[in-house]
């Protein structure tokens, strides 16, 4: 059966440019002409995107700390026939940005959600990574700080799914440090910075060299990034490279010291680093 909206106004989410304003689509810019108010998460940052269409509207702040007292607002301008348009400060809304609340109150009291697609770093970022797609989940701002995200990062280890993330420039060699720590800096993976802009840029190799790659390049903590991470191998794949880190491990605590042994077994196993500290100690002391 098909989805029966009550009379009023339309909520449509509207993605906008992450970058470049040529990404703007025809329909968008139709839409933004259209509504009685756009909702947005910056009123000065979506003013100057209105001004650069030559478009006046009445604007609400829409953002983390107020989108729940907005609620009643927005189904009151729906009731009275108003369209609004919903924006973010680039991309789609929703998408690491404010919006779900409302979304989810105004498809409950009936009024028509209506999306107006466009860009995403996310999809922009897989698709030019050569990264594997078909599964990838979007995980996307881990904590900020290093003990609650290394605990993310290990709950995702074992994921087989291309992983996703967004992180901010001052933050981005920690978060890449801290992958090769929990992932191994073999684990392949490819960065993209100012996705769209001028000074795009793709990091790739494993997290070991991607991690020269930021630290080598004066702009390489600049921007905002998105951080793409191949999956772990299937399980069975995963279990025979446990059995080779553990033949592994075992010739080489024999020579060398156990933290420098589980370094060398990570680069080449893909297995945590620290997990396999672990393991060498538990094999030392048979």
């Known amino acids: 059966m098909s989805e029966q909206h009550r009379p009023g106004g339309t909520l449509y989410v509207v993605a906008t440019p992450i970058g470049n304003l040529q990404d703007l689509s025809e329909r968008a810019v139709n839409v933004l002409s259209s509504v009685s108010l756009v909702a947005a ?12 269409l030559g478009l006046s509207k009445p604007m609400l702040a829409l953002h983390d700390h107020n989108e729940r007292d907005r609620v009643a607002r927005i189904l009151a301008e729906l009731e009275a026939g108003r369209d609004i348009a919903l924006v973010s400060d680039a991309g789609t809304p929703l998408i690491s940005d404010p919006g779900y609340l409302v979304v989810r ?74 992958l090769v720590e929990e992932f191994s800096s073999g684990r392949e993976c490819v960065l993209g910075r100012e996705l769209t802009k001028t000074f795009e840029t793709f990091y790739s190799g494993s997290a070991g060299e991607v991690l020269g790659q930021l630290q080598d390049d004066a702009h390489g903590t600049r921007g905002e990034f998105v951080v793409m991470v191949r999956g772990a191998p299937p399980s069975d794949e995963a279990a025979a490279t446990a059995l080779d880190a553990d033949r ?39």
């Open 105 to 178: 109150e105004v498809r409950g009291a009936g009024y028509r959600v209506s999306p107006v697609p466009g860009a995403c770093a996310m999809i922009a970022a897989l698709s030019a990574a050569g990264l594997p797609t078909d599964r990838f989940l979007f995980a996307g701002f881990l904590p900020a700080k290093r003990s609650g995200r290394r605990a993310a990062l290990s709950d995702l280890r074992a994921q087989t799914a291309t992983l996703v993330f967004y992180e901010s420039p001052h933050r981005i060699l920690d978060f890449v440090q801290d």
């Open 41 to 52: 998460e910056d009123t000065r940052h979506s003013g100057r995107l209105l001004q650069h």
């Open 248 to 286: 592994l491990l075992a010739l080489l605590i024999a020579e060398l010291p156990v933290k420098k042994a589980a370094r060398i077994v990570a680069e080449v196993s893909g297995v945590g680093k620290n997990e396999l500290y672990q393991r060498a100690l538990e094999l030392k002391a048979q």
